[in-house]
């Protein structure tokens, strides 16, 4: 019997399968197979849910079940943010969870791994015993430490995680450095104000000046949009500082166009127009300032011709910023995170709050500096999923960076160029990392430098084991490939990281196909290698309970669906900066954040280009590339995730690369021509990947466009590339971060 597509989603007692075991086909086809009916454990109805993607958002959403199928997705119009919709990648999801391409029950790699890899099914059990026969080998030739966790944000919350660090404690596992988003920010930010911490989005309404710099809320903040847009309706300015060019800047009252990495300069001539043009606030910056007189003496080093010629954006341009952002009543500055995923990155965003302190815009209704909000974690105790007492004692761990991992994946025999050999982490030799446990995540397509992370899944000696709803790029690489549930096939507590709210998510769905949660799967992996700790038996409620340390109880909270920390509102009202001094701080003395003997204490202006030290800036070979490569979100994207849904990936081309009309006419290069795009990357190896031209005025010339995160499978211009192929794997200035957008690259036709 078979079963259309669109009376499945009319709500019929069937879980749709594919006819096929595995893969990404994107096929035409529409008819998908009707497997056995399985009773659900709780009735039909709507089910409040937390979508729990790397978004700051965390729409609280509901799905409708009926028959034990979910048949439809839609916001929760009772929630302050989401309010009654969810993001065009929510609309998507009924197509994703039901999509024939989900994986559907465990299964182990038979022939070579790579592109094309094949695999036989296997029962959990098998999976199970044979996984933790394997890793107990490894530990026990090697130790805990040879085995690495990579996961970042496929599924983020306290159920997603919990297993899997009981797990990596109880084996005293290698630890992952998850810095690839946002922590430069963390520290450029921290260095003035004493954190990075800041209003919740809902005062942008109130706010006279709403300022987003290096932000596509289109792609990364969809519903902070309305909030801005009230604002804007009660008179509000909106001005935007993005190289791209972002729906919010087309509607900007102001718009400045810098040329990548420049920011801090550009920050040094408004900084300076405001001093020139007396719009400062005196009072302000002499009660809750500090070295106030070293910020005019760098300011007073750069002319206005030379900023102007550094950074590309005319001294009237960034005059009439000045003059609107400081002659409003209240100003609110929202910091983007694309923007300090370069080799300065953390001394751009140290830079930015500047302007902020000369005018006085913290402490009121609608001012300040928003970059990421953790208050709703204050609702969790952080301490109970993990169980880190299951650690052994005396136990070895050493560190991965995330954003490093092609380096610490190499060969043993791996020659370097500086006479070092065999896998790095952070420059320095580390021991082999001999098993690798993925979950909630796709290196393949996320990581920079993707050529070099293959070198080291392509090595015999290294043992994969894979937890994804799909077979993604990286999952063809894996030994043991196991079907994970998606988000609402289990149960939840998830914290904005914008908002100030934490959420419940309920599980609305019995796990389809053979799949189970993460939780599940690593307490199957324990239990198998003779762990018998009674943290490998809790359920996923008790977790959950013992977590939440909320205003209300664990109970009222699954009724009432979100809680908030009590937050003292405007932000920072009594003025206590928790820096050490209590005042923000123009100039960073402390040494915690960088070295003050290579970057400038108050605002230092290198670029990835101009920088010249060590492992701070680019390369000769980098530098001598004719472009600059910027690679943001795309709004129908969440990294990598939805990138093989045809309800998205059939309404805007992921292979394609934006390049402004004049460089195309320079290079001869016209609209829907195939391009190869070439970079330098670690060894200085050539790395080319081969995109779609398409000609409009996304940026400035000399600077590239392309949506991050796209699968190398997917690239229907035959060529198996993708970007982050080409982006560069070095750390930032400041605390790890991942550098994106410090690369070069050229262009021609293909």
């Known amino acids: 019997m078979k079963l259309s597509r669109r009376n499945f989603i009319k709500g019929s007692g069937a879980v749709a399968v594919s006819t096929g075991l595995m893969g990404c086909s994107n096929s035409d086809d529409d008819d998908v197979q009707q497997p056995p009916v399985v009773e659900p454990p709780q009735p ?6 937390t979508c729990p993607r790397n978004c700051g958002d965390r729409c609280s959403l509901m799905v409708s079940v009926k028959d034990g199928v979910a048949v439809s997705i839609t916001g929760n119009t009772d929630h302050p943010v989401t309010a009654g919709t969810p ?6 999801y009924l197509e994703s969870i039901y999509s024939p391409d989900r994986l559907k029950q465990p299964m182990k790699r038979v022939g070579p791994r790579g592109p094309g890899a094949q695999f036989e099914p296997i029962t959990w059990e098998e999976a199970f015993t044979q996984i933790g026969a394997r890793l107990t080998d490894i530990i026990s030739t090697h130790s805990g430490n040879a085995v690495l966790p990579y996961v970042y944000s ?6 997603a ?8 404690n109880k084996i005293a596992g290698r630890k992952l450095e998850k810095n690839i988003c946002a922590s430069a920010g963390y520290s450029g930010m921290s260095s003035i104000l004493g954190e990075f911490s800041g209003p919740s989005p809902e005062d942008y309404a109130n706010t006279q000046c709403f300022v987003s710099w290096g932000t596509n809320e289109q792609s990364t903040n969809v519903h902070h949009l309305k909030f801005i847009n009230e604002a804007r309706d009660k008179g509000a300015k909106v001005l935007v500082v993005n190289p791209a060019r972002t729906p919010l800047a087309s509607q900007a009252d102001i718009w400045l166009q810098p040329k990548p990495g420049t920011d801090a300069t550009l920050v040094i001539g408004i900084a300076k127009v405001i001093i020139e043009e007396s719009l400062h606030d005196t009072a302000f910056i002499d009660a809750h300032t500090q070295d106030y007189d070293e910020l005019l003496a760098r300011l007073d080093e750069f002319t206005h011709e030379e900023i102007e010629e550094f950074t590309q954006v005319s001294k009237s341009e960034y005059q009439s910023f000045a003059r609107a952002y400081a002659n409003a009543g209240s100003a609110m500055i929202r910091i983007g995170y694309g923007l300090q995923r370069t080799l300065n990155g953390g001394r751009i965003v140290k830079s930015i709050p500047t302007i902020a302190a000369l005018t006085g815009n913290f402490g009121k209704v609608g001012a300040g500096v928003v970059y990421l909000n953790t208050q709703a974690g204050s609702l969790f105790n952080w301490s109970y999923p993990g169980a880190g007492h299951l650690e052994p004692e005396g136990s070895v761990r050493d560190t991965v960076n995330i954003s490093e991992i092609a380096k610490s994946l190499l060969p043993e025999d791996y020659q370097h160029e500086d006479g070092q050999i065999g896998p790095l982490a952070k420059g320095e030799p580390c021991d082999p990392i001999k ?22 899944l392509m090595r015999e000696d290294l043992f994969l084991v894979g937890l994804d709803l799909f077979q993604t790029d990286t999952m063809d690489y894996v030994d043991y490939l196991l079907p994970a549930s998606s988000f609402i096939e289990q149960e939840n507590l998830v914290d904005s990281y914008n908002c100030y709210y934490a959420k419940h998510s309920a599980q609305a769905i019995v796990p389809l196909h053979e799949s189970k949660p993460d939780l599940e799967i690593f307490q199957g992996i324990a239990k198998a290698m003779g762990f018998s700790d009674p943290e490998f038996d809790e359920s996923l409620e008790n977790i959950l309970r013992g977590t939440w340390a909320g205003n209300i109880s664990f109970d009222e909270m699954r009724v009432q669906y979100w809680d908030s920390p009590i937050v003292p509102y405007p932000y920072r009202k009594d003025f206590d900066f928790p820096t050490p001094s209590g005042k923000i701080e123009f100039k960073d003395t402390s040494g915690t954040y960088f070295d003050p003997e290579q970057f400038h204490p108050v605002i230092d202006v290198g670029t990835p280009e101009t920088n010249d030290f060590a492992d701070k800036g ?5 530098k001598a590339r004719e472009f600059r490569l910027l690679s943001p979100a795309h709004p129908k994207l969440s990294n990598s995730q939805w990138a093989n849904i045809k309800y998205i990936t059939s309404t805007f081309p992921q292979h394609d690369v934006y390049i402004h009309p004049d460089d195309a006419a320079a290079k001869g290069i016209s609209e829907g021509d195939q391009v190869t795009l070439s970079a330098t990357r670690y060894g200085n ?9 398409r000609v409009e005025k996304m940026t400035p010339p000399g600077t590239l466009l392309v949506w991050k995160n796209a699968w190398i499978k997917l690239n229907e211009n035959g060529s198996n590339t993708a970007i982050n192929q080409l982006t560069n794997g070095e750390l930032t200035d400041m605390n790890y971060c991942s550098s994106f957008h410090s690369t070069r690259v050229d262009v021609a036709l293909a």
Do not use: W
């Open 685 to 693: 190896r050539e790395v080319s990947i081969q995109y779609s031209a």
């Open 435 to 456: 098993a690798m446990i993925i979950y909630s995540s796709n290196p393949m397509a996320i990581a920079p430098d993707a050529d070099l992370i293959q070198k080291g």
């Open 154 to 159: 496929g599924y983020n919350g306290i159920g």
């Open 87 to 92: 993001c065009v990648k929510g609309h998507a």
């Open 44 to 49: 039909d109805g709507v089910y409040h849910t």
């Open 161 to 168: 995680g919990a297993g899997a660090d009981r797990f990596f």
């Open 618 to 622: 680019m390369t000769d070979e980098e």
